[in-house]
């Protein structure tokens, strides 16, 4: 493995498009991924396990996974959904 030039992040690929884009730019999505043997009885088994999804900006903005952080604010001080009346 040769040596990593300092200030330069890993570039990953989005899960979405395929662009590379830099590891700190990119939006992760864990996933959970189950498998199982479908037998009946003693014999079945299940493993699930967690895999890191990276996307690209504009595609996180378009499948809803990221938002502005406007508006991330906003919801968090209850603007959205709030019953108050002024």
Known sequence: M???????E???RCASCGRQIPRDKAV?????KTYTTDLKGEENVTFTD???VY???SCAK??????KKKQQAQRRRGFYGSSSSY
């Open 28 to 32: 992760s999505d864990t996933r959970r």
């Open 10 to 12: 890993r570039l990953v």
């Open 62 to 67: 378009h499948r809803g996974i990221f938002e």
């Open 55 to 57: 996307y690209c900006v």
């Open 2 to 8: 040769g040596k990593r030039r300092r200030g330069r």
């Open 50 to 52: 967690t895999i890191d």
